[in-house]
């Protein structure tokens, strides 16, 4: 069973876009699920755990008079404004990572039709290679 050399590209196209369109899906389940369970990176969740950890990482949003130069405050801001600043930078930081995941999902939606339509093509030209002999 000898194949000829269109029949065996035509093969290897559709495995690597069959290959590129499971990765896709992939890529759209990951994404849904971190739309709805905003994952985060160890980094992160340690510095919206407390206050402290918090401003070790954010002082410029602590300090009422923080002076970047130095990267130091005397002044902090009591602890109901701090906790709403980590509050509502870890709001942000969820929203962001939605809408990152919305993109991606949608750039891996683009694709999945066009790995389709090309795994096709190529599939068609193997079988008319394999039939041609």
Not at 96 to 113: E, M
Request: glycine letters at 2%; proline letters at 2%.
């Amino acid at each position: 069973m000898k194949k000829s050399i269109l029949e065996i590209y035509a093969l290897l196209v559709c495995f690597s876009f069959l290959t590129a369109g499971g990765a896709c899906v992939v890529d759209i389940i990951d994404n849904a699920f971190n739309y709805y369970v905003p994952t985060a990176t160890a980094y992160d969740n340690a510095m919206y755990l407390n206050n402290s950890a918090f401003c070790a990482t954010n002082a410029i949003q602590c300090y009422s008079d923080f002076d970047e130069s130095t990267q130091k405050g005397k002044n902090r801001f009591a602890e109901d404004i701090v906790t709403q600043h980590r509050k509502e930078v870890m709001a942000e930081n969820v929203k962001s990572t939605q809408a990152r995941a919305i993109v991606s999902a949608l750039k891996s939606l683009i694709y999945l039709p066009l790995c389709a339509l090309v795994f096709y093509f190529h599939w068609q030209v193997a079988r008319r290679s394999r039939e041609a002999k």
